[in-house]
C-alpha cells in the first residue's frame, strides 16, 4: 500500500499561534483528504485536496501532487482546533491513513 | 442529508458474545467502508463495498469478522465470537466521487 508519513506527530500551541501540518506520501495519488478527529472521536472531513489549494475560514490545504506532500496550515488556532489531524490518501479506493499529528491548542 | 449513521454508538460486550455493528451510509453514494481505529495500529480499512458487493475484504482481520451490506441503504459488521482485542472504535463512511464521508463510530469494549 500506499505509505503516509505526518509531521510533527504531536504539536503544542498557545492559542493564537499559527501551524503547519505536513503529509508525505509514497506514490501517486487520486485523492487526498485531510481529517479532525476531535476529542469526541468524531472524524470530520476537512478538505478534498488532491491537488492546489483550498482555504476555509482558519484552515487552508495544499499539495503539491508531483513532490508527494500537501500541508494543512492552522492560524490563529483556537482550543476547540484540538484533536488528532489525519492525512489519508487513495490509489483505487482504500484510504491509507497516516498516523496524524495530535495537536492540543492551550488558552 | 444526515450523514452516515452508525449503531451502536457505544457497545459493552462479555468476550464470547456476538457483536453487531450498523450502519447507514448516505443516500445515493455507492461506496460503503468499514475502518477499525486502535491506539496500536491506527485506521484500518476492514472491508469495502461497490453497489452492495464486497470487493476487497483484505482487511478483515480473521473469520470472527463478516460483514454485509444487503441493501444500498444497510451495511452490518458482525463479530462472533467477540475477544477482548477486538475493542476499538469501528468506522463506517460512504462515498460517491472522491470524498468519503465517516459516521460517527462504534465505541466497543469487550471485556
Known amino acids: 500500500g500506499i505509505q503516509v508519513e505526518q509531521s510533527p506527530p504531536d504539536l503544542i500551541l498557545q492559542e493564537g499561534a499559527n501551524s503547519t501540518l505536513r503529509c508525505n506520501f509514497s506514490?501517486?495519488?487520486?485523492?487526498l483528504q485531510w481529517f479532525h478527529q476531535n476529542p469526541w472521536g468524531q472524524l470530520i472531513n476537512l478538505f478534498y485536496?488532491?491537488?492546489g489549494t483550498k482555504q476555509n475560514g482558519r484552515l487552508s490545504a495544499t499539495t503539491v501532487a508531483t513532490e508527494r506532500y500537501s500541508l494543512l496550515y492552522i492560524s490563529s488556532s483556537q482550543t476547540t482546533d484540538s484533536g488528532v489531524y489525519f492525512c489519508?490518501?487513495?490509489?483505487?479506493?482504500?484510504?491509507?491513513f497516516g498516523t496524524g499529528t495530535r495537536l492540543t491548542v492551550i488558552p | 442529508d444526515a450523514g452516515v449513521i452508525q449503531s451502536p454508538r457505544h457497545e459493552v460486550t462479555e468476550m464470547g458474545q456476538e457483536v453487531t455493528l450498523r450502519c447507514k451510509p448516505i443516500?445515493?453514494?455507492?461506496?460503503l467502508f468499514w475502518y477499525r481505529q486502535t491506539m496500536m495500529r491506527g485506521l484500518e480499512l476492514l472491508i469495502y463495498?461497490?453497489?452492495?458487493?464486497?470487493?476487497?475484504d483484505s482487511g478483515m482481520p480473521e473469520d470472527r469478522f463478516s460483514a454485509k451490506m444487503p441493501n444500498a441503504s444497510f451495511s452490518t459488521l458482525k463479530i462472533q465470537p467477540s475477544e477482548p482485542r477486538d475493542s476499538a472504535v469501528y468506522f463506517c463512511?460512504?462515498?460517491?466521487?472522491?470524498?468519503?464521508?465517516f459516521g460517527e463510530g462504534s465505541w466497543l469494549t469487550v471485556v
Open positions: 463495498f461497490n453497489n452492495n458487493v464486497p470487493i476487497d
Open positions: 489519508a490518501v487513495a490509489g483505487a479506493n482504500n484510504l491509507f
Open positions: 443516500s445515493g453514494h455507492d461506496y
Open positions: 485536496i488532491p491537488s
Open positions: 506514490d501517486s495519488v487520486n485523492n
Open positions: 463512511a460512504s462515498s460517491l466521487v472522491g470524498t468519503k464521508y
